[in-house]
């Protein structure tokens, strides 16, 4: 006679094997891995730029060569890089496509992690002005229960938490200031093509905003012309992924239920999110899956609003979210997402949303962006000469290699597998615990405590306690707590067949 484990028991113990080997696999493989994939990209960089030279052999003007730095685009990343590296002495030539003020409807959520790396870099005072909402936490709803989530912030002072805004008057707020710094040129052009000479980055070739074909040169050229990035390829081997869209809307003069705190609604079939951006203002968040969403034009989209999302947000949100929908405007994006694959390249860097994308839901792109600011800041301290290109990528191979990400979507979003729902409950389930079982996956979200172990921790806590409370006690209940741990203590074990 053989032994049989009870079906669900026997498919989650091989799903927990199989991410513990994923796991510890990764632990010990990724310095590996992160060389040798640097080394054999460094290799290609010959044979790669030769084909992609920017000037085909075109006589175009050139600027002042008398530049450490060239920063192609100034959003978030490139608007407080140019900061940082002009405060630090370097002569900075940044270009923007456009310098008008930016209207997104994403990057308006600056973790308090993120927010620490602003006042490290001496840019804190670019969220003033702005009516930017302080955030201590989340809030998080499912199927009628919600929960909320403060961020760790006792041992801090009061003025330290998330900020919440506009996007794009965050960024002219930080583009001023760069402007403002006699060692960094602000100009707006579109780069088309980086130039490069025996595999090393020499400069850029853009065009000016009266169309004229120009040229800059530096030792070093930094792309974070953002997550459309057109300069992307010539750097990584881009894998973007688009895993959903939001819609997004602008909810006027309503409270939140828990104010100054995001509400992450675990709605069907993936989150709601809800922050306030100004002093009367709550930007609401769809998420829609997959690459295509309802027309807005044909009035389709206000039709799914109104009759599928509409009824599981909080009853207290309800009117001003139906009021959103009718005033009409709503605007959707795609929701990308790119692992940092970098090919180090001599004279060249990629950073921000042009070289790691984050699903939004996470809200962390911001203060990875800063985070990868102050770490290059340091890194290239010591190297005051920018110009010994084979010193210069030791540097930025250092850089590619300490920095990290992570990621949360697919756990938030309801899936018709029983897995997944299961879960998607055990997470919400988790952190309703409270103590460390909230405090550490919120300082890991916050930016306030980003290492990796923290996340393996608590992803294992959470499926432990997901198949403890959904599905191992029923199991237990239903067969018996002395059948299945204590048989030697039942009569009956003993007339049963020995297993073989």
């Given at each position: ?6 079906t ?18 990764f ?10 994939k640097a ?36 959003g978030?990343?490139?608007?407080a ?7 630090d002495g ?15 409807i994403?990057?308006?959520l ?12 001496g840019?804190e005072?670019?969220v ?21 989530l ?18 794009g ?8 200031k760069a ?6 040129k ?5 780069v ?9 980055v020499?400069?850029?070739c ?17 792309v ?14 881009p ?12 909810l006027?003069?309503v ?5 100054n705190?995001?509400?992450v609604i675990?709605?069907d ?18 998420d ?12 389709e989209?206000?039709n799914?609003?109104k ?26 994006m795609?929701?990308?997402?790119m ?5 180090p390249?001599p004279?060249?860097l ?6 790691n ?32 290109a ?15 990400a ?13 897995a ?18 909230a ?40 067969e ?21």
């Amino acid at each position: 006679m053989e032994f049989e484990l009870p079906t669900v028991i026997y498919q989650n113990y091989h799903l927990l094997v199989s991410a513990v080997a994923l796991i510890l696999g990764f632990a010990l493989l990724y310095g590996l891995r992160s060389n040798v994939k640097a080394r054999r990209k460094s290799e290609e960089i010959g044979r790669k730029y030769s084909k992609s030279s920017g000037n085909d052999g075109l006589p175009v003007p050139k600027t002042d060569e008398s530049t450490d730095v060239i920063i192609v685009g100034a959003g978030v990343a490139g608007a407080a890089l140019a900061c940082t590296l002009a405060k630090d002495g370097r002569r900075v030539h940044v270009i923007e496509r456009d310098l008008t003020e930016p209207d997104r409807i994403v990057g308006e959520l600056l973790q308090p992690g993120g927010y620490l790396k602003l006042m490290e870099l001496g840019l804190e005072d670019c969220v003033d002005g702005i009516e930017a909402q302080q955030v201590f936490g989340y809030a998080i709803y499912m199927d009628g229960r919600n929960t909320k989530l403060s961020y760790p912030l006792e041992k801090y002072d009061a003025n330290i938490s998330g900020r919440s805004f506009h996007n794009g008057r965050f960024i002219q707020q930080m583009r001023e200031k760069a402007a403002s710094l006699s060692n960094v040129k602000l100009e707006q052009g579109t780069v088309t093509s980086l130039l490069e000479k025996d595999g090393t980055v020499e400069g850029v070739c853009y065009k000016s905003k009266d169309g004229q074909v120009m040229t800059a040169y530096a030792p070093l050229t930094i792309v974070c012309d953002g997550c459309f990035s057109n300069l992307r390829r010539s750097l990584c081997k881009p894998k973007v992924d688009v895993p959903s869209c939001f819609v997004g809307l602008v909810l006027e003069n309503v409270d939140l239920p828990y104010a100054n705190h995001g509400h992450v609604i675990l709605a069907d079939p993936s989150p709601i999110l809800f922050y306030p951006i100004s002093n009367t203002e709550v930007r609401c968040l769809v998420d829609v899956p997959g690459q295509k969403v309802p027309s807005i034009s044909n009035g389709e989209m206000a039709n799914y609003l109104k009759t599928v999302v509409a009824p599981q947000i909080p009853p207290e949100l309800y009117n001003a979210f139906v009021a959103a929908v009718d005033k009409g405007n709503i605007r959707t994006m795609p929701n990308r997402s790119m692992p940092a694959d970098p090919q180090p390249t001599p004279g060249a860097l990629l950073m921000g949303d042009a070289f790691n994308m984050r699903h939004p839901l996470t809200g962390g792109g911001m203060t990875v962006a800063l985070s990868d600011i102050v770490l290059l800041r340091d890194l290239l301290r010591p190297l005051r000469d920018l110009s010994d290109a084979p010193t210069l990528l030791n540097y930025l191979e250092c850089f590619y290699t300490l920095r990290k990400a992570s990621a949360l979507y697919r756990v938030f979003c309801a899936s018709p597998d029983p897995a997944r729902k299961e879960m998607r409950n055990a997470c919400f389930d988790y952190l309703s615990l409270g103590g460390i079982c909230a405090e550490g996956p919120i300082s890991l979200l916050s930016g306030l405590n980003p290492r990796p172990l923290v996340l393996f921790c608590h992803f294992f806590a959470v499926a432990i306690y997901g198949g403890a409370s959904g599905i191992i006690f029923p199991i237990i209940k239903s067969e018996g707590v002395r059948q299945m741990f204590f048989p030697a203590t039942l009569p009956a074990y003993y007339r049963a067949p020995q297993v073989a």
